[in-house]
């Protein structure tokens, strides 16, 4: 999977342990186990996923999680569902649904 900077970053600090994405079809084949390879410029990291959180939209999913293992500063007060609208639209959340991959940051040498 391929990432901006900053989560990238996130992700390697160990600051962000969900990552948001659409539940379309290429989410869906993940399971819980499975490693995946984050990619951001020339850079790599891999994660385990932990447990899979899926929901009707982000609006549930913000609701639900705890946002700080979702990339937001603890207790945030901006951290709002419309901020995933520059990533995807509300009428791609509702065909899909949305999923938080939890994850367990692994060596970089896989």
Request: net charge positive; glycine share 6%; proline share 1%.
């Amino acid at each position: 999977m391929h990432l901006q900077r900053e989560p990238f970053r996130k992700i390697a600090e160990g600051r962000k342990t969900i990552e948001l994405r659409l539940y379309d079809e290429k989410r869906r084949k993940i399971k819980v186990g499975d490693i995946i390879r984050f990619d951001c410029e020339a850079d790599t990291l891999f994660a385990k996923v932990k447990a899979l959180h899926v929901f009707c939209d982000f609006a549930q999913l913000y609701r639900t999680l705890d946002l700080s293992k979702c990339g937001y500063a603890q207790g945030e007060t901006s951290a709002k569902a419309e901020d995933m609208l520059c990533y995807y639209s509300l009428e791609r959340q509702r065909q899909f649904g949305v999923v938080g991959i939890e994850l367990t940051l692994l060596d970089s040498e896989k």
